[in-house]
């Protein structure tokens, strides 16, 4: 099982010409509120892909999180993990013609004890595969139970010392490639060095540049994207993060799981929303038509 602790967002997204900046005034063309967030996008993505997921991010008592676990119900994701003591966030998404977009967020509930309730709750269930995002790296333990996997996507981590440490925890770490480079200041030498080190397999998202896999082994393979026709990218990453762990859970070697999501998320962008990620029975038969390479799909 694959257990998602993270953001579940009230997406109020607005359409817009282009991104304002400072001090500027645009007509937006469409404002609409709809569920989102990085977290419950990935745990739909993986639901999508077959995978046996649970969403274990907190949100409120009130109706509107109600409705939102209810959707995440439809979407295949088991909401019983999920605590009701706290409050659905909200994000506030700009997208700009052509596919641009800028996110603000709001804070959830989310923090370290949380965190430990819920790798507590998967080790006493006999072990599993925890996936939290970016936000929650500073809030993870020295150690884990053993039973307990860790996958996490670094996106929102701005704290290089957590970045690393959650590296160093996780079997599987998916990044943009600006935030590996730029903010923490990793080459990719040194990421070759932490996947042997760690044993960790690195993902380096590149948006339509495509990506790069990393291996323990020293293996490196990189990929463009697969080109489509954009109608927003919101939730792409989110997407992407989901169809490879799914996948990768399910036994599918990393680099076939790369390749799938790089597929999935490409889909995503040419689809309206941020839960646009293809069914699997969709994705594969997209796969097949584009005769794109695959070694082996459990």
């Known amino acids: 099982m694959i257990v998602f602790c993270g953001y579940a967002n009230n997406d109020v997204t607005v359409q817009v010409p282009h991104v304002p900046v400072l001090g500027e005034r645009v007509q937006a063309t469409s404002i609409v509120s709809i569920d989102g967030g990085m977290n419950a996008n990935a745990a739909v993505s993986a ?60 804070d959830d509930a989310n923090d370290a004890g949380r965190i430990a309730a819920v790798i507590r709750r998967i080790a006493d269930a006999g072990g599993g595969r925890l996936f939290v995002d970016g936000y929650r790296a500073a809030f993870l333990p020295e150690r884990l139970p053993d039973g307990v996997d860790v996958a996490i996507d670094l996106d929102g981590c701005e704290d290089r010392d957590a970045a690393l440490r959650a590296f160093a925890l996780a079997d599987h770490v998916i990044v943009g490639r600006s935030l590996w480079e730029r903010a923490f200041a990793i080459d990719d030498a040194r990421s070759a060095e932490l996947a042997s080190q760690h044993d960790t397999y690195l993902v380096l998202t590149d948006g339509e540049r495509g990506w790069t896999l990393v291996t323990p082994t020293g293996e490196v393979t990189t990929e463009p994207a697969v080109q489509v026709d954009v109608i927003d990218a919101v939730g792409a990453g989110d997407c992407f993060c989901g169809t490879y762990i799914a996948f990768v859970d399910a036994g599918t070697p990393p680099v076939d799981a790369a390749r799938l999501a790089g597929a999935s998320a490409a889909l995503a962008c040419a689809t309206a929303g941020p839960r646009g990620c293809p069914t699997r029975t969709e994705l594969l038969a997209f796969m097949n038509h584009s005769s794109l390479d695959l070694q082996e799909i459990p």
């Open 47 to 106: 639901a999508r892909m077959g995978a046996r997921v649970f969403f274990a991010g907190a949100v409120g008592p009130d109706v509107r999180s109600t409705e939102f676990l209810e959707n995440l119900e439809r979407g295949g994701v088991d909401t019983s993990w999920a605590p009701r003591d706290a409050f659905l966030s909200t994000a506030v998404v700009l997208i700009a013609d052509g596919g641009d977009r800028s996110i603000i967020s709001q």
